[in-house]
């Protein structure tokens, strides 16, 4: 059985380890979709809060009036939240690839609702968030959220956050410069086999003009999209692994701008 010490400063000094963790799960990759309960995300966040209590020593914190502990609270809140979103960040490359890719098939109006993000997306990126969601749970890399959470006790200790704006800012002018471009590597296969069929089609549209090429043109475009598709869904798990070293880096970056 454990025995700890326990007094009205160590609760607030556990209180604060809390609230850093439940910010990290509010929009974490896989733990912070809809799918995921706020009671299940709360309940993780104390258990994985309790194991940090149990292996972390009690420090005194620095501070002297309610106002000052309440500043520590929106830091450490803050905090969690920053990592949390820049980590789920990544995932809307995949929704926007999906979006590329359905815009050359034809398939940009026909839209469902993904209860993971609360937003209206297309057939093809819902598709691919779902296969690189479940890459992920039986590859174990949901567990790297875990471990970025409890190691940035270790970086960044607690109340001691310092949000240095120009490294924040450069590291997500990175995020945003690379974005695009992620994007467009992961639909850039769909992108070419239709620009190519849009050309022979409009080749074939001048020589037989005759043909009715708008509705073979559609048919084809389906065809082989869905073609392509199939051929390069044995890349899933590479673009997961790219999504994977992405989120790294972005956490990475975010937590060095913060201590």
């Avoid at 057939?123 to 590859?139: G, H």
């Avoid at 798990?237 to 989120?247: A, D, L, R």
């Amino acid at each position: 059985m454990f025995e700890q010490p326990f007094s009205i400063y160590q609760l607030e000094y556990y209180l604060l380890i809390m609230i850093r963790l439940v910010g990290v799960m509010a929009y974490a990759p896989i733990f912070g979709t809809r799918m995921v309960t706020r009671r299940a995300r709360i309940f993780l966040a104390l258990g994985i809060g309790l194991c940090v209590i149990l292996a972390r020593p009690y420090e005194p914190l620095h501070y002297t009036t309610f106002l000052e502990y309440t500043i520590l609270v929106v830091k450490e809140l803050v905090t969690g939240l920053m990592i949390s979103f820049m980590s789920n960040m990544i995932f809307t490359v995949i929704v926007m690839a999906g979006h590329f890719m359905d815009t050359q098939l034809g398939f940009a109006m026909v839209s469902n609702f993904d209860p993971t993000y609360n937003t209206e997306t297309t057939i093809t990126s819902d598709f691919y968030s779902q296969m690189v969601m479940i890459i992920m749970l039986c590859t174990n890399m949901h567990y790297f959220i875990i471990s970025a959470a409890v190691d940035s006790f270790e970086v960044i200790p607690l109340g001691g956050a310092v949000f240095n704006m120009d490294v924040l800012f450069v590291s997500f002018m990175n995020f945003i410069s690379g974005y695009f471009m992620i994007a467009l590597r992961i639909s850039i296969p769909v992108i070419v086999v239709i620009t190519i069929l849009n050309t022979v089609l409009g080749v074939l549209a001048k020589t037989a003009p005759q043909m009715n090429m708008f509705v073979v043109g559609l048919q084809l475009k389906i065809f082989l999209g869905f073609a392509v598709l199939v051929v390069t869904v044995g890349f899933l798990p590479t673009i997961t692994n790219y999504v994977y070293n992405g989120m790294v880096t972005v956490v990475t970056d975010v937590i060095k701008g913060m201590y």
